[in-house]
């Protein structure tokens, strides 16, 4: 069997960076930058960005690369290569995990993207209220009641999702090169290009209704992109309670009067000192950027090693890097959200979850916008585009681990997974009622799991491996070498950030702290599964934990993690 | 939008524009082109003499 290897460094990059772009980038980080004030999260994202984005990303880019030239492409390899213990092979069970039980969910939700970009592109979209859209979405993804979203209906998913299916599988089928790199070589250009379409449609946008000018796009980068937020507040038996969020000088000058006439209102400003003095701030800027880059996914260990030692990581892990921080800030904070307020104002976009924001709030902005099918069909174009190189690198890994402990080819791996994945998704698109089983997964796979890869990846790095003979090996081949300042950020900051803000998000998502004051009570995931239990929560459970005991059994039988390895690094 | 806003959002998506188009012209430049300018190496008039 031939070794698979990419065939030129640009469409490497374009590869890792066509994972990390998603539905992220346009639809969550807009919102999380708008909730927390733009510059006092912009300052945390950045710092988040330099302390674990780039170092996480790094290690992995090493790592991969190292364990490749030893015949290892899977997580499970990577780490038995690393980890000098015959326990070690096991960390990389999650690494085989999370990115194949992810796809299994974010199939479905590339599926809605596609279902909407062609309902826009054949008129099935036309809303005159957030309700409506509300109840096309609910009827779409079948919220209502299990099983609701299984038919074969324009308006319905289950067409999309086959395609959408058919085509991951065949693009995988035809192997790294001829597949992933071909669709990310032409995708991505594209994503680009439909990006700067819609960009040019928003920015143009002025005030679309004449009747009230407060709403318009510049208005919309302020709540975006201000650094001090304006707040009314009404004073109540409690204390100052939020009233509004105000953007614009008419809103605030009228705000003024109200406050005025009444002695129980006020306006507060919120600088960008206190709102870094948020906890909950850093969590949402850590996060964001930890779940937008694919760090700890297990993709990039898979990806990189297919590269020689020739091949120059610390150039391709930046552009990738800075590929998808283009589209997340350079597009994406300028596109979604100051739409969605021209049309909608704050009262419209505020605390808008990613769904909301992007099946319920945009749908019926392009439907208000001239023009608006062509562009909605644009849109949704792009975010499915933007999601297809993403679930395209969430099948790699479990590929090469197939291939890897079974010594199989390509065409019974395809068969393999394909079948595990298509269990997954008929499962995540059947039981649909609330989103519980997609929720469900995502909690626990995609974020649970990944906090604890990350950590994992990044204490094997630098302590297990050494961080200093770790950047020797990622120097190989480089046009530059990873700065020395990266040395105790790899060793002592990122793991003790990393680590502080998983003991963070525990503390917020699963025992339900409030940093904000009142009674801590556990989140609705852990009530699901010990307080009152919920058979599709617990099946969700079932579904990850038998795929780990299935991949743990295999790594336990596999020839490949017996054989002992050198892992010196080379001159 | 306030001038703190506009001040935010040049630095952002000028930030993160310029070293995207760094990290593209870095790719994108042919590879020789680096080798060559590090490569040239000074040769005397005697030592050519010699050669």
């Excluded at chain 1, 909690?443 to 094997?460: K, P």
């Amino acid at each position: 069997m031939a070794a698979e290897r990419w065939s030129s460094r640009l469409g490497v990059i374009l590869a890792v960076a066509g994972s990390a772009v998603g539905l992220g980038n346009f639809l969550r980080f807009p919102g999380q930058a708008a909730q927390y004030g733009g510059g006092a999260f912009m300052i945390a994202y950045f710092l988040s960005l330099l302390v674990i984005g780039l170092p996480i990303c790094w290690a992995e880019w090493t790592m991969g690369r190292m364990a490749g030239r030893h015949g290892f492409n899977a997580a499970p390899g990577v780490f038995h290569f690393f980890v000098r213990h015959r326990w070690g092979k096991y960390l990389g069970v999650i690494g085989v995990v999370i990115p194949v039980v992810i796809y299994m969910y974010y199939v479905v939700i590339e599926a809605w993207c596609l279902g909407y970009a062609v309902n826009f592109a054949f008129g099935g979209i036309h809303f005159n209220s957030g309700e409506e859209s509300g109840r096309f979405f609910s009827r779409f993804i079948g919220a209502g009641a299990n099983g609701g979203a299984i038919g074969f209906h324009w308006d319905q998913v289950g067409y999309y999702l086959l395609f959408v299916f058919i085509l991951n599988f065949t693009l995988i089928y035809r192997g790294l090169s001829k597949g992933i790199e071909w669709f990310c070589t032409w995708a991505m250009p594209a994503l680009l290009l439909l990006a700067f379409v819609i960009l040019l449609r928003v920015l143009t946008l002025g005030a679309p209704d004449a009747g009230q000018p407060e709403k318009n796009v510049l208005n919309g980068l302020g709540f975006m992109w201000n650094p001090e937020k304006v707040l009314l507040e009404k004073q109540t038996d409690g204390g100052w309670t939020k009233e509004r969020e105000l953007v614009g000088r008419e809103i605030i000058e009228s705000a003024e009067r109200e406050v005025a006439a009444d002695s129980k209102l006020r306006i507060r400003r919120v600088g960008v000192i206190e709102q870094l003095s948020k906890p909950q701030l850093w969590l949402a800027a850590a996060g964001q950027i930890f779940f937008s880059l694919s760090v700890g996914f297990g993709v990039i260990l898979t990806y990189a090693s297919y590269l020689s030692r020739e091949d120059d990581i610390v150039l391709s892990g930046l552009s990738a890097t800075s590929a998808n921080e283009f589209f997340e800030v350079g597009l994406g904070g300028l596109i979604t959200l100051p739409a969605a307020f021209a049309f909608l104002g704050v009262a419209g976009v505020a605390g808008m979850g990613t769904f909301a924001l992007g099946f319920n709030v945009l749908p019926l902005v392009f439907d208000k916008m001239p023009f608006g099918t062509v562009f909605g069909c644009v849109f949704f174009f792009l975010l499915f585009l933007a999601a297809i190189t993403s679930s395209l690198s969430m099948l790699q890994p479990g590929i090469a681990f197939l291939e890897e402990v079974l010594a199989i080819g390509r065409k019974q791996s395809v068969t393999i997974l394909g079948l595990i994945t298509g269990v997954g998704s008929v499962f995540v698109v059947y039981f649909s009622k609330d989103l519980k089983a997609l929720d469900t997964l995502d909690f626990w796979v995609g974020t649970f799991l990944i906090f604890i890869l990350a950590t994992t990846q990044i204490l094997v790095f630098s302590w297990g491996f050494g961080v200093r003979k770790g950047l020797e090996e990622a120097a190989h081949g480089a046009s530059f070498r990873i700065p020395g300042i990266f040395i105790p950020v790899m060793k002592i900051l990122c793991p003790a950030f990393l680590i502080t803000i998983f003991g963070l998000w525990v503390l917020v998502n699963v025992f339900g702290v409030s940093f904000g004051g009142g009674e801590p009570e556990f989140s609705g995931y852990v009530r699901d599964l010990f307080i009152n239990p919920d058979p599709v929560a617990w099946l969700a459970i079932g579904l990850v934990a038998g795929f780990a005991a299935f991949v743990s059994l295999l790594v336990a039988r596999a020839p490949a993690y017996r054989r002992e390895i050198q892992r010196e690094v080379e001159p | 939008m306030t001038f703190g806003g506009w001040m935010v959002m040049i630095l952002s998506v000028g930030s993160v524009s310029g070293l995207f188009l760094w990290c593209l012209w870095k790719v994108l430049m042919p590879p020789d082109k680096s080798e060559k300018l590090h490569g040239f190496s000074f040769e005397t008039p005697d030592e050519k003499a010699d050669s």
